[in-house]
């Protein structure tokens, strides 16, 4: 059974950082992950994509601040945050699919949620100003 169980988040001032984690050793396939988030209100989001070797796609909202990688076992998905804004304030998941090609989960500016199979619980990440 595949589960992808996060970490991290939590409340930071403006201009700071957070590292998020998801454990994602039960998804033993060619993949891509994902981190989405979601404010209140909002419809959730793509943040930004990686693939098995290592290629990533980012939200312009986040580019060069934010950061997808996996650690050299590629059991633990993550995303450093910095710099911070309060407009990032949101529920953060990670996700998971089975298809190893990016374009199966963006084009043009579009994520695309359905073609995740598995999702993790989400963390909340807060930043005040």
């Known amino acids: 059974q595949v589960q992808l169980v996060q970490s991290g988040g939590g409340s930071v001032q403006s201009g700071g950082s957070l590292r998020l984690s998801c454990g994602v050793a039960s998804f033993r396939r060619s993949y891509c992950l994902g981190w989405f988030r979601q404010s209140p209100g909002k419809e959730r989001e793509g943040v930004a994509l990686i693939d098995s070797e290592g290629s990533t796609i980012y939200a312009d909202s986040v580019k060069d601040r934010f950061t997808i990688s996996q650690d050299n076992a590629k059991t633990t998905l993550y995303l450093q945050m910095n710099s911070l804004k309060p407009n990032d304030t949101a529920m953060y998941y990670c996700?998971?699919?089975?298809?190893?090609?990016?374009?199966?989960?963006?084009?043009?500016?579009?994520?695309?949620?359905?073609?995740?199979?598995?999702w993790g619980q989400g963390t909340q990440v807060t930043v005040s100003s």
């Open positions: 996700a998971a699919g089975d298809q190893d090609w990016l374009p199966v989960y963006y084009s043009g500016g579009y994520f695309s949620e359905p073609d995740f199979l598995y």
